[in-house]
T-cell receptor
Framework: DSGVTQTPKHLITATGQRVTLRCSPR?????VYWYQQSLDQGLQFLIQ???????AKGNILERFSAQQFPDLHSELNLSSLELGDSALYFC???????????FGPGTRLTVL | TQLLEQSPQFLSIQEGENLTVYCNSS?????LQWYRQEPGEGPVLLVT?????EVKKLKRLTFQFGDARKDSSLHITAAQPGDTGLYLC?????????????FGKGTRLSVIA
C-alpha cells in the first residue's frame, strides 16, 4: 500500500459525458501528479500540482482539467469524453517536486 | 525532449532463468528510478540510482546506472513467477528540478513456472 488513494476504482460512462477522478496523496506529500496509461502509449504525464498550484503540464488535453485543494487532495476532470479517453488514470504523490513518486492504485475509465 | 527507450519490449522466460532489461537514452539524467507494475495496479517504486556507475541490489534484482548517467540496466537472477509484471524506468532531468519524470514504455516480463 503506497498510501495514495484514488476513487473510484472503475468508471464506465458514455461518450460526451464528464467525470471526476479523485486522489488523496500520502500524508505530508505536497506534490501530486496525474498520469494516463494506455496499452499503446505507455504512461503519459498529464499535469502536476505542488501545494495547490499548478507546477508542470504535460500532454493534457484542453477537455481535461485538474486542481489541488487546500487539504492537498486533487481532482482530475475529464469532459466531452471520447472513446479514446478509455485508459487507466494514475495519481502519484511526492514530498516535493524532486522526490520519489508513489503511485495510487489507479482509476480504470471505460468510455462506451 | 528527453526519451527513455526500454528493451526488450516483451520477455517471456522460464522460472529459474536469469534476465537483463535495459533502459537507454541519449540524454543525461540526474537520477533514474525503476518501477514494477502488476496488472490493474499502480507502479511500485523498486529503486532509485543517482551516481554514475552505481550498483544497487534488491534481493535477486541488481540495478546499475551507467557511468555517463544515460542508461541503466536491471538484472534478475533466478526469476520467479512473482517477478512477472511491467518494469518501467523513469529519469529525472538534471537541468530542472521542476520537470516531471520521463518514463520509458516498459518491459513486460512473464515468468512461467
Amino acid at each position: 500500500d503506497s498510501g495514495v488513494t484514488q476513487t473510484p476504482k472503475h468508471l464506465i460512462t458514455a461518450t460526451g459525458q464528464r467525470v471526476t477522478l479523485r486522489c488523496s496523496p500520502r500524508s505530508g506529500d505536497l506534490s501530486v501528479y496525474w498520469y494516463q496509461q494506455s496499452l499503446d502509449q505507455g504512461l503519459q504525464f498529464l499535469i502536476q500540482y505542488y501545494n495547490g498550484e499548478e507546477r508542470a503540464k504535460g500532454n493534457i488535453l484542453e477537455r481535461f482539467s485538474a486542481q489541488q485543494f487546500p487539504d492537498l487532495h486533487s481532482e482530475l476532470n475529464l469532459s466531452s469524453l471520447e472513446l479514446g479517453d478509455s485508459a487507466l488514470y494514475f495519481c502519484a504523490s511526492a514530498r516535493t517536486s524532486y522526490n520519489e513518486q508513489f503511485f495510487g492504485p489507479g482509476t480504470r475509465l471505460t468510455v462506451l | 525532449t528527453q526519451l527513455l527507450e526500454q528493451s526488450p519490449q516483451f520477455l517471456s522466460i522460464q522460472e529459474g532463468e536469469n534476465l537483463t532489461v535495459y533502459c537507454n537514452s541519449s540524454s543525461v539524467f540526474s537520477s533514474l528510478q525503476w518501477y514494477r507494475q502488476e496488472p490493474g495496479e499502480g507502479p511500485v517504486l523498486l529503486v532509485t540510482v543517482v551516481t554514475g556507475g552505481e550498483v544497487k541490489k534488491l534481493k535477486r534484482l541488481t540495478f546499475q546506472f551507467g557511468d555517463a548517467r544515460k542508461d541503466s540496466s536491471l538484472h534478475i537472477t533466478a526469476a520467479q513467477p512473482g517477478d512477472t509484471g511491467l518494469y518501467l524506468c523513469a529519469g529525472k532531468d538534471p537541468l530542472s528540478e521542476n520537470t516531471p519524470l520521463v518514463f520509458g514504455k516498459g518491459t513486460r516480463l512473464s515468468v512461467i513456472a
